[in-house]
């Protein structure tokens, strides 16, 4: 089950990132699309009334609010590493901010906004470490 809590949002915000920058359409109908095509996979393969089925529909959905971020933004690397926050931000969050409203857009956003700042933190530090060596 670890594993999948890691696995199945990178997995959404991959396609949703990948897909996006090859079609022209709009996010949030190309977010619709792969989230439906998903659903009706796992509702093939999984017993829709088991709680695995709920879980791995939440973590791709909120994978594919991760995967709607602007490309211009953020890179392959800060996908991964928003993902991965994003699958520990709901091991541990989820079951205490359930019954709120916004609860995966709110885990989401808090993934990307993470991996936005350390990439700029990134950048800052290499930037003084060339004015260093100069």
Known sequence: MVVLTFAIPLIGAFLTFELARHFTTSIVRLASVV???????????LDPHSLLFEHVLTLFYAGVF??????????????????????LLFSVLYRQIDLLGGALGFMAFSAVLFAKAIKLMRGKTRARINLNKQ
């Open 66 to 87: 991760v995967g709607m971020s602007s490309h211009h933004r953020l890179g392959r690397k800060e996908l991964l590493l928003a993902g991965i926050t994003l699958g």
């Open 35 to 45: 989230t439906l095509l998903f659903s009706g996979l796992c509702y093939v393969l």
